[in-house]
């Protein structure tokens, strides 16, 4: 019975099948809010499931939307961990939600807060007047409105805090050492300095995530210049790190991080004095790198890439952490073509698992050969021209499991092929098809699969940037139950 079968069963209330609970949490994430809200009260342990992951969300500051959302919080059999609030941008944004902020302080311990486009001036308020909900928190995340001021100190006091997310921070005043000695007990760090051109403002903040020793993940985005050395000697214990739009200023040619398993060096442009940058990341298994960049970064012998992510313009040259990769991503860019796509896929002679996306404004590029993948269990394709020869030799690859299109033209649709027999691709455990341009409806699609696959074809004329030709006029939206 598969997870939809008995998502169905649940929602008319037949479902007496005893499942894991992994299989029963993905049952559940299947579930539309208002039918989770009636299952939660069937037992405590269904209502502990759905809690779990549950989020009380105030949206729409307006009058009739509070009280709303202030007779949903009374009458609420659940028990909340996740708070989210978003648009509160002036007081009377804070009026409209004070009263649902007040019941939910009296009824919910939460432990993961989540205020999104608030002024630094709300969220300072929010701080001051639920301090007492607040302080037991494990995770805020913030999502300031464009130029606003940044209360940092108000973060001072939350011990309790191990994960924190800030988002779109402009103000470049902030004071960072009046909190970095109250930090060292987070664990998992986000700062979005969405600043430009200031330099300084990125070393200030640097200097305070330097000081809290106990992280293990982090992210930072910014578009200024700063130095990866202070990073690699102060956090000794991240297992994840991620740097995107930065620029990279570095003397030194090597950098130790003994526990990182991913690194996501996404950064926009690069000083390098030494010919090459040396990553010492023993337990490294998943990169995410530009093309350009990579050439310039070695690992150790002993490091073993299991997934790969690489970006950019086509890549010639092989590496040697090519050899371990066995899930990889490749997102190309213009200009692209079906020879480039090949002789980068042959660089990886060892990969189950692919996916190569095209960011191309015209798909007008032929996908490959099926023989390139038949060595692959799993493939994604994005924006390719797509062809019944193509799925005639998928049939031929019985080591293929998982197809997934998407974004992608389908051509050489022949005026018999109404009467022809589906091609059915049985052998794969998974196989979907959205957002296709194609001549035909979705009814005639002749290709199938499994019954108790989801949807084999999504077709939207409005949402997909693929439509480019009158000749595919004939298509309707078919959409997920």
């Not at 779990?52 to 729409?60: I, M």
């Not at 690489?310 to 990889?328: E, I, N, Q, R």
């Amino acid at each position: 019975m598969s997870p939809r079968s008995v998502h169905r069963s649940l929602i008319m209330g037949t479902v007496t099948v005893h499942l894991p609970p992994e299989l029963w949490d993905r049952i559940f994430d299947l579930l539309p809010f208002k039918d989770q809200l009636e299952k939660a009260t069937v037992c405590r342990a269904w209502n502990d499931r759905v809690a779990r992951w549950a989020t009380l969300r105030l949206t729409c500051p307006t009058a009739a939307r509070s009280e709303e959302h202030l007779s949903t919080i009374r009458h609420s059999l659940r028990k909340y961990r996740s708070f989210s609030a978003e648009a509160i941008r002036t007081d009377e944004d804070y009026q409209c939600f004070q009263k649902a902020l007040e019941e939910c302080e009296r009824k919910f311990c939460v432990q993961r807060f989540r205020f999104w486009y608030v002024t630094g001036a709300i969220f300072e308020r929010l701080m001051k007047e639920h301090y007492e909900w607040l302080r037991s928190a494990r995770c805020i995340v913030v999502n300031l409105c464009e130029e606003e001021r940044f209360p940092v100190h108000v973060l001072r006091d939350l011990t309790s805090l191990r994960e924190l997310r800030l988002l779109n921070v402009s103000d470049t005043s902030v004071d960072w050492t009046s909190i970095e000695d109250r930090f060292e007990h987070i664990t998992k760090l986000t700062v979005d300095a969405a600043w430009y051109f200031n330099d300084e403002a990125l070393e200030q903040l640097v200097e305070a995530i330097c000081r809290c020793r106990n992280l293990t993940e982090l992210t930072l985005r910014s578009n200024d210049t700063t130095n990866l050395a202070k990073l690699a000697e102060s956090l000794s214990k991240l297992e994840k790190l991620s740097l995107m739009g930065m620029h990279i200023r570095l003397a030194e040619d090597s950098l130790r991080f003994p526990y990182l398993k991913y690194l996501n060096f996404d950064i926009g442009s690069f000083v390098f004095d030494k010919p090459c940058l040396f990553v010492q990341a023993p337990l490294l298994q998943t990169l995410l790198i530009a093309k350009r960049t990579i050439p310039f970064v070695k690992f150790p012998e002993s490091t073993r890439l299991w997934r790969l992510h690489l970006y950019g313009y086509s890549l010639s040259v092989a590496h040697p952490c090519f050899t371990t990769v066995k899930d990889l991503s490749l997102t190309t860019w213009e200009p692209a073509n079906q020879e480039a796509v090949v002789e980068e896929i042959q660089l990886f002679p060892n990969v189950v698992y692919l996916s190569v996306k095209l960011k191309s404004k015209d798909c007008n590029i032929v996908v490959p050969d099926a023989a390139i993948f038949q060595h692959m269990t799993r493939l994604h394709l994005n924006n390719f021209v797509l062809s019944m020869e193509f799925f005639q030799n998928v049939a031929r690859a019985r080591m293929l499991e998982h197809l997934s299109l998407e974004e992608c033209n389908f051509f050489l649709y022949s005026p018999d092929a109404d009467d022809e027999v589906p091609l059915q691709l049985s052998h794969l455990s998974y196989f979907n098809i959205k957002r296709v341009s194609m001549p035909m409806t979705v009814e005639k699609f002749p290709i199938i699969g499994n019954e108790d696959q989801p949807p084999v074809v999504m077709v939207d004329k409005l949402r997909t940037h693929l439509w480019r030709s009158d000749r595919f006029n004939n298509v309707f939206s078919s959409r997920r139950d």
